[in-house]
């Protein structure tokens, strides 16, 4: 099953849309599952192109051949394989044997109760419960932007989904999230447009570990927004 509107996945997850196109695509995202599962498989493809460098789009790509200019081999005729002989058929003694165990559990049914002196049939356990953690929730609010935000981070194999939501961020700006590891690097998590994001998921992602991120910055036009950290 696929969804006309996968195409457009790929723009909004690097905030190629502008905010009308944008709104219009999140609210099919609440309606189309297909959408959305595609779109948590391809959401380290921001985190990812953030790393990509201008010396590593610079690398050569010829590769030489080993095998050019190299004589062909001789062609070989190949003979027809001679056909295999019909096997005979194993069907009677595979009924016979089926046959056979059906006639030892009916047996063992009548005489293994009588022998445990109840029913030998055990009651079946109740399925396990499983209950899921919630993700971890780090807010905040500059007091010189004004701007709040509140970010849950949602582990996976692969690193970690960002769900941001945004407050008091004027109109027309162009955001990037910046994920800081304990270990002194650095990610763009995800780009949008700030039209019509006021209390809306913003979803972006990062090759970082959750444990392992130790703070994230909004920014805009070089400039600070909002920093996200812990709670103490």
Not at 48 to 67: H, I, N, R, S, W
Not at 91 to 105: I, M, N, S, T
Not at 139 to 166: C, F, I, P, Q, Y
Not at 205 to 229: C, K, N, P, W
């Amino acid at each position: 099953m696929s969804c006309f509107q996968i195409t457009s996945l790929g723009a909004y997850l690097l905030g190629a849309l502008d905010p009308a196109e944008r709104s219009v695509f999140e609210r099919h995202l609440n309606t189309c599952q297909v959408c959305r599962e595609e779109l948590i498989r391809l959401a380290p493809l921001p985190g990812l192109l953030g790393q990509v460098t201008l010396a590593d789009l610079e690398l050569p790509f010829d590769d030489p051949d080993p095998y050019d200019n190299q004589p062909l081999p001789p062609l070989a005729v190949v003979r027809p394989a001679p056909e295999p002989e019909p096997k005979k058929s194993r069907r009677p003694l595979l009924l016979v044997g089926a046959g056979l165990v059906l006639v030892l559990l009916v047996a063992a049914g009548v005489f293994l109760p009588r022998l445990t002196g109840g029913d030998a049939t055990p009651a079946a356990a109740p399925p396990p419960t499983t209950t899921s953690a919630a993700p971890p929730t780090w807010s905040a609010m500059d007091n010189k932007t004004g701007v709040a935000a509140s970010v849950a981070m949602v582990s996976h194999g692969w690193g970690t989904e960002v769900r941001l939501k945004l407050r008091d961020v004027p109109p027309g700006l162009r955001c990037m999230v910046v994920l800081y590891a304990k270990s002194g690097t650095k990610e763009i998590g995800g780009w949008w447009g700030t039209g019509g994001t006021e209390g809306e998921v913003i979803p972006g992602s990062s090759s970082f570990a959750v444990d392992g991120i130790d703070h994230m910055e909004v920014v805009a036009d070089q400039q600070v927004l909002v920093t996200l950290r812990p709670p103490a």
